[in-house]
C-alpha cells in the first residue's frame, strides 16, 4: 500500500461515506463571499452617498425683476452661476412696472424683488409684509440715468427743458411711481408746484414709450436704454438728466416677511451672489471696464430677449447702464427722504416708518 498523507489515509479507509470536505470547504467560500459582498457594498454606499448629497436639489427661489440694465446686478450673477454657488436655482420673473413686483412678493408670487420703490410699495411694506435688504441702481449726477425726453411735436413747440414742465402732459406708469418722484424732484429744483404739470399714468412703460414715440403725451421720463433708443431714431428729444435735479438711490431688492422668517440663510446667500453680480457689474462699466461687452451681452439677453447678440446689442446695454455702487449697499437716510416727499403728498399712510421697512442684518 504506498504512503499516504494520514488525512489521505483516514479518508481510504471509510471511501465508502460521504466526502463532507468538499462541502465544507464550498460552505467557506461562501460565507467569505457574503462577506466580501457586504464589506462591499458598504463602500460602495458610502463612497456614493456624498455625491447624492451633492446632487440634492437646489433651492429655488424666484425673483421679480424688469427688463432694464438697473436689474443687472441680478442678470449677471445667474449668467456667471453665482447663485448655483450658493446652493440656489433663481427663477426671474418679468413685470412691466415696478409696483405690480412688490404686490407679486406680498401675494407669494415671487419671493424677491429688485425693481424701483414706490409709493404703493412703501405702503405695502409699511404693513410689515416686505423688507429692503439690499440697494440696486442710482441717480447720480455724471452717471447714466433716467432722462427727461419731450416729444418731437412738444419739442417744436418749445418744451427743451425742465422748467418747461408746468402745462405739459407727461406719462407716467402709476401716480406714486418712481417716474412721479422724479417728476417732483425737477419741480422741487425748478421751484415750481408739480400740480401744474398734467400727469398721464399709463401703467406700463412700454405704453410710456409707445405714447410719447406717438406725440400723444409731451414728454416722459425714461430710462437712459429707452433714451439712447428714442434719440438713434429721432423719435424724441432727451432735454434734461434726472441727476441734474437730485441724487436718489430708486431701486432695492427687498423680500416677503414670509420669506425671510422661513428662509432667511438661503436669503443671505442670494445677497452674497447678488453683491458678486453687483461687484462684476460696477467694474465692467464704471471700472476696469475688462469684462464690459461680455457683460453687457448677459444683461442684452434678458433686457433685449428678441435681439441676437451683436455689438448693437452691446452698445444699447452699455448707453443704458444705470449706476449700481459695487455692494448694492442701502442708504437709509435716502430711503427715508422718499417716504417723507410721498406721505407730504399724500401718497402713502403717516404709519410708514421707514427704519421699519429696512433690515439692515443683510449690510453687516
Known amino acids: 500500500m504506498p504512503h499516504l498523507h494520514p488525512w489521505r489515509a483516514g479518508r481510504a479507509l471509510t471511501d465508502r461515506s460521504p466526502d463532507t470536505s468538499f462541502w465544507s470547504g464550498w460552505s467557506w467560500r461562501l460565507r467569505t463571499n457574503a462577506r466580501l459582498g457586504a464589506l462591499a457594498w458598504v463602500l460602495a454606499t458610502a463612497s456614493v452617498a456624498p455625491q447624492h448629497a451633492a446632487a440634492a436639489?437646489?433651492?429655488?427661489?424666484?425673483?421679480?425683476?424688469?427688463?432694464?440694465?438697473?436689474?443687472?446686478?441680478?442678470?449677471?450673477a445667474q449668467h456667471e452661476r453665482y447663485f448655483e454657488d450658493e446652493g440656489l436655482s433663481v427663477q426671474i420673473r418679468y413685470f412691466d412696472a415696478a409696483q405690480p413686483i412688490a404686490l407679486a412678493v406680498t401675494a407669494g408670487d415671487v419671493d424677491l424683488g429688485v425693481t424701483a420703490m414706490t409709493a404703493g410699495f412703501f405702503?405695502?411694506?409699511?404693513?410689515?409684509?416686505?423688507k429692503v435688504i439690499a440697494?440696486?441702481?442710482?441717480?447720480?449726477?455724471?452717471?447714466?440715468?433716467d432722462v427727461l425726453m419731450a416729444s418731437n411735436n412738444a419739442y417744436e413747440r418749445g418744451m427743451r427743458r425742465a422748467a418747461d414742465l408746468p402745462g405739459r402732459s407727461?406719462?407716467?406708469?402709476?401716480t406714486g411711481s418712481s417716474f412721479h418722484y422724479e417728476l417732483g424732484l425737477f419741480a422741487d429744483a425748478e421751484?415750481?408746484?408739480?400740480?401744474?404739470?398734467?400727469?398721464?399714468?399709463?401703467?406700463?412703460?412700454?405704453?410710456?414709450?409707445?405714447?410719447?414715440?406717438?406725440?400723444?403725451?409731451?414728454g416722459a421720463i425714461v430710462s437712459p436704454q429707452a433714451a439712447a433708443e428714442l434719440t438713434a431714431n429721432h423719435e424724441a428729444k432727451a432735454i434734461a438728466q434726472v441727476a441734474d435735479a437730485g441724487n436718489y438711490r430708486f431701486g432695492a431688492l427687498f423680500a416677503s416677511a414670509r420669506v425671510l422668517q422661513e428662509q432667511r440663510a438661503s436669503v443671505a446667500r442670494f445677497v452674497k451672489a447678488y453683491r458678486r453680480g453687483a461687484a462684476l457689474y460696477n467694474d465692467a462699466f464704471f471700472g476696469s471696464g475688462a469684462r464690459r461687452k461680455e457683460v453687457a451681452l448677459m444683461i442684452g439677453q434678458h433686457i433685449l430677449p428678441s435681439e441676437p447678440?451683436?455689438?448693437?446689442?452691446?452698445?444699447?446695454?452699455?448707453?443704458g447702464a444705470y449706476y449700481v455702487e459695487a455692494g448694492a449697499p442701502?442708504?437709509?437716510?435716502?430711503?427715508?427722504?422718499?417716504?417723507?416727499?410721498?406721505?407730504?403728498r399724500g401718497f402713502i399712510d403717516d404709519a410708514v416708518a421707514a427704519g421699519q421697512i429696512m433690515?439692515?442684518?443683510?449690510?453687516r
Do not use: C, H
Open 309 to 319: 447678440a451683436s455689438d448693437r446689442v452691446a452698445d444699447l446695454v452699455g448707453k
Open 135 to 145: 440697494g440696486q441702481a442710482a441717480i447720480v449726477k455724471g452717471r447714466p440715468g
Open 170 to 174: 407727461i406719462a407716467i406708469t402709476q
Open 123 to 130: 405702503n405695502i411694506a409699511g404693513k410689515g409684509t416686505l
Open 330 to 344: 442701502l442708504d437709509p437716510d435716502d430711503v427715508q427722504r422718499q417716504v417723507n416727499w410721498y406721505r407730504a
Open 57 to 76: 436639489e437646489p433651492l429655488l427661489l424666484r425673483v421679480g425683476a424688469l427688463r432694464l440694465a438697473s436689474a443687472g446686478p441680478l442678470f449677471v
Open 191 to 218: 421751484r415750481f408746484d408739480i400740480q401744474r404739470i398734467t400727469l398721464r399714468p399709463l401703467q406700463s412703460m412700454s405704453n410710456m414709450v409707445a405714447a410719447l414715440k406717438t406725440g400723444q403725451v409731451d
Open 359 to 363: 433690515d439692515l442684518s443683510f449690510s
